[in-house]
């Protein structure tokens, strides 16, 4: 069947020039959303520390630093309270 009807226009197609929402284009949202999961990336690490140590000689300097923290957190517990060490003159 032949119709006198023009055919269906196409869609345009997506470029970097699309706007797609809030009037901003597509590139714009594309930067917003990296600069966003940068910030997001750059502050936890930030918060956690989470920096990787570049040599074995400093992997190895930061687990004898953490031992010998360990060894003087252990040593701590084994001393008694102040009041026990000292006698407090004209004390009953």
């Known amino acids: 069947q032949a119709t006198t009807e ?6 345009d197609p997506v470029t970097s020039e699309t706007v797609v ?4 284009r597509l590139w714009q949202v ?10 997001v990336i750059i502050t936890l ?6 920096r990787i ?3 074995k000689k400093e992997i190895e300097a930061r687990y004898a630093q953490r031992q010998a923290a360990k060894n003087y ?3 701590l517990e084994t001393v008694p309270p102040l009041n026990e060490l000292t006698e407090i003159p004209g004390g009953i």
């Not at 023009?6 to 869609?11: A, D, V």
């Not at 929402?21 to 901003?24: K, S």
């Not at 594309?30 to 910030?39: D, K, N, R, S, Y």
């Not at 690490?45 to 989470?50: N, T, V």
């Open 53 to 55: 140590p570049r040599t």
């Open 6 to 11: 023009p055919p269906k226009k196409k869609p």
């Open 30 to 39: 594309i930067g917003i959303f990296a600069i966003f999961v940068l910030a």
């Open 45 to 50: 690490c930030c918060i956690f520390k989470c």
């Open 73 to 75: 957190a252990d040593k």
């Open 21 to 24: 929402i809030w009037g901003l």
